[in-house]
């Protein structure tokens, strides 16, 4: 009997499982309560993610710390991209990364965003929004402020709004991620590791919008760790099952994306590839994996007497 019972224990938790990741698809009787919890779900739901263990400084036999590029043209990386359209029926429990990280920085639940992966200087909000959107006078409208300046400088006369444009960063936008990280060997697990300390979105710049291409900026670098939380609560698409969604910190603590590494510390001011590397992207692609591969070569030598 007992095997009975561990059998149907199991099918009642997978059950569970798989009626959480469909959203109430499958227990929905009109399309309106599709994507909201029953108060059971809400009630049972106390789903964290999973801490990280402590390592004392004198178990890292080797560290490295080193910044990777994540291209988002690249099919791999999609799911931190899609989806950028708001009406597709799909996206009720899905956002780009991006939207994830922006609104959670305005309501204050990410607090830890820096102007640099060495974490050293904060960004208020107001820093970031002054690279998020530009506001701009049409001819049409600077035309209409000539025609009386003076009453435009004392505030008595406004412009019309249909001659003020207003251009804002989308998720759409973002051209790439910058994540940097920390490889460690642990020697008391006799196991090469990957810590992710930080990511940056990509964006054009603001201002140069209209540009055909337009020089592509940090926006912020969010501290990862201080992050978890709310990455943990948004789902990321899983091309191989859409029964078992994942979140974006499952899908970046697992590394479940392609990245270039552009840049590790070193002797010379940890400089960047392309610096000794110049005008030949072949050449840099194969420092980025020769540096790959002298970190792997640290945990196949350490088996070698």
Known sequence: MNWRNSIAILVV??????????????????????????AADISAENDKPLPYGY?????????????????????????????????????????PLYTVLVSAIKEGKITEVYDSSY????????????????????????DQMNE?????????KQISEEYIRKTEIQAYNVDSYKVAGYWYLDKRQGELKYRLLGICPMVPDVYEMDNPNPEMI???????PASRDVLHAAKAFNDRNTAKSFTFD????????????????????????????????????????????????????????
């Not at 959480?20 to 909201?36: E, R, Y």
């Open 13 to 38: 938790g997978l059950s569970t499982t798989f009626t959480f990741a469909q959203s109430n698809l499958l227990n929905a009787k009109t399309p309106d309560q599709i994507g909201k919890k029953s």
């Open 148 to 156: 009386d300046i003076d009453a435009y400088r004392r505030g008595t």
């Open 250 to 305: 499952h899908l970046l603590n697992a590394r479940r994306f392609n990245g270039v590494i552009y840049q590790e510390e070193n002797v010379y001011g940890d400089r960047m590839i392309k610096d000794y590397m110049k005008e030949n992207a072949q050449m840099q692609l194969l420092e980025s994996e020769r540096v790959k591969e002298k970190i792997r070569d640290f945990e196949q030598d350490m088996w070698n007497y």
């Open 218 to 224: 940090e926006l912020f670098w969010v501290y990862f």
């Open 119 to 142: 974490f050293t200087t904060k960004k208020t909000l107001k820093d970031i929004e002054s690279s998020l959107f530009k506001i701009d006078t049409s001819d049409v409208g600077r």
């Open 55 to 95: 390592v004392h400084d004198r178990d890292i036999l080797m560290g490295k710390r080193t910044w990777e590029i994540i291209d988002l043209d690249e099919r791999v990386n999609f799911p931190l991209y899609f989806p950028v359209d708001g009406d597709v029926i799909t996206s009720v429990d899905r956002k």
